[in-house]
């Protein structure tokens, strides 16, 4: 073990990449591990119908950060300078709180239709007003982490990681423990994570704060700039966020319960994806934006061999134990969820090749080659839900193995652009200066 550490600190010092993505996975790492030891006791505090409950909200408040920046904050990678990308930072911002305003109203205006939706459930409706504060802090954690990522401050981002998920947790088991044993307790120790998190990342984020220099472009001549990012992105984050909400809306139809055993199988087996999801995917981003001419479909192909290595045995382990691990873990009620599991493996672990690749679309201004796949990505799993005649479960087989084969369609697209550019074809997006 000694020899192994010595080797990777040695890897490391002579890769400034893979030194990031350690970074960023040690902090991720920390965190993960925070959720499962903690989720073990959440799931014996909570009930499936409280997960299911927090589940239709969350699902409603992604769909929501998904238009709320107008993707300005993943733009701010791209600009030759910090300055501009400041400007695009406070555009992002105004765009998030004009979402989070008109969020609030919505869900207070549709209230007592969510009561009478979900058969009464005045614990669910309780919950839409607040919808504003959600998506500003998600929002707004997403637009700060952005900038870190510009200036490669990967250790902020980690740290970051592990105060939300930590802060969120503790606050829910807290929240718990003084009696607060139901959806609202869950939701509260939710802000709270976000609420300490945005802090944090805002408080050391000085030069945002700073006045703009007077030669600083204007809001509205960035906007129309990178314009592209809100019209061919922006349609794509909706899909992917509608394609995700979806899925647990639809299921929520049967009952809350069932949505709550989903996801909390989707949430644990997210854990090993974004463990190096999360990290490769952002190191890579900037990578991207800087690579030149001749050498991306080279990174690109290392990426996704990569990814198929590391997927590989940890979901085979993953499918032939889920159904008993779950019920081991996170008690009795739980079996459900072992199930989904072991359905969603093959999607899931498709997941971890594609999505560090994801940005070469981006970088490559080639938004609209991903914005039709994500089209087809979006309309498969919730046509299968929708018009299945089987039970949940297989249906959820059905569904997994669709997504899967999608992915390897992505994988083949994310290379061809790669290929087109290198070869010379289309243009790239404006880029970092370091």
């Known amino acids: 073990m000694k020899r192994l550490i010595e080797k990777v600190r040695t890897l490391a010092a002579k890769s400034p990449v893979l030194a990031n993505i350690l970074t960023?996975?040690?902090?991720?790492?920390?965190?993960?591990?925070?959720?499962?030891?903690?989720?073990?006791?959440?799931?014996?505090?909570?009930?499936?119908a409280d997960f299911g409950r927090v589940a239709i909200y969350n699902s409603v408040v992604a769909m929501l950060v998904a238009i709320a920046s107008l993707r300005y904050d993943m733009t701010m990678m791209l600009p030759k300078t910090d300055v501009e990308a400041r400007v695009l930072k406070k555009l992002a911002t105004r765009s998030i709180i004009t979402v989070s305003i008109i969020s609030s109203v919505a869900g207070i205006a549709l209230q007592d239709w969510i009561v009478e939706h979900y058969d009464g459930d005045t614990l669910l409706g309780a919950l839409f007003p607040f919808l504003g504060i959600s998506v500003f802090l998600i929002s707004e954690v997403a637009v700060l982490q952005y900038w870190y990522n510009r200036q490669s401050n990967y250790k902020r981002i980690a740290i970051n990681r592990v105060q939300q998920t930590v802060g969120t947790s503790v606050g829910q088991l807290a929240l718990g423990g003084v009696g607060l044993k139901s959806a609202m307790g869950l939701f509260l120790g939710t802000i709270l994570g976000q609420g300490y998190a945005w802090v944090n990342l805002g408080l050391r984020a000085k030069e945002l704060r700073e006045p703009l220099p007077a030669d600083a472009p204007r809001i509205r001549d960035m906007a129309r700039r990178y314009i592209k990012m809100p019209l061919l992105n922006g349609p794509n984050a909706i899909l992917d966020a509608i394609r995700l909400s979806g899925i647990n809306l639809l299921i929520g139809e049967a009952s809350l319960s069932s949505v709550g055993q989903f996801n909390m199988a989707w949430r644990m087996l997210l854990l090993p994806v974004g463990l190096i999801q999360g990290a490769v995917s952002q190191v890579f981003f900037q990578k991207l934006s800087t690579v030149e001419r001749g050498n991306m479909e080279r990174i690109v192909r290392f990426v996704v061999k990569r990814g198929l290595l590391l997927g590989l045995i940890p979901f085979g382990i993953l499918f032939a134990i889920s159904p008993w691990i779950f019920t081991l873990v996170f008690g009795a009620q739980w079996a459900g969820a072992g199930d989904f599991a072991r359905a969603?493996?093959?999607?899931?672990?498709?997941?971890?090749?594609?999505?560090?690749?994801?940005?070469?679309?981006?970088?490559?201004?080639?938004?609209?080659?991903?914005?039709?796949?994500?089209?087809?990505?979006?309309?498969?799993?919730?046509?299968?839900?929708?018009?299945?005649?089987?039970?949940?479960?297989?249906?959820?087989?059905?569904?997994?193995?669709?997504?899967?084969?999608?992915l390897v369609i992505n994988i083949v697209l994310a290379i061809w652009v790669a290929h087109q550019f290198d070869q010379g074809v289309g243009e790239k997006a404006p880029v970092i200066m370091d």
């Open 24 to 48: 960023l996975m040690s902090g991720t790492a920390v965190s993960q591990v925070a959720t499962v030891i903690l989720a073990i006791f959440l799931a014996r505090m909570f009930t499936t």
């Open 344 to 406: 969603l493996t093959p999607w899931l672990m498709l997941m971890l090749v594609t999505s560090p690749i994801s940005t070469v679309f981006v970088v490559t201004e080639r938004q609209l080659v991903v914005l039709i796949f994500a089209t087809f990505y979006c309309a498969v799993p919730l046509s299968i839900l929708y018009f299945s005649p089987w039970e949940l479960l297989p249906t959820i087989y059905l569904m997994s193995a669709a997504m899967a084969s999608l």
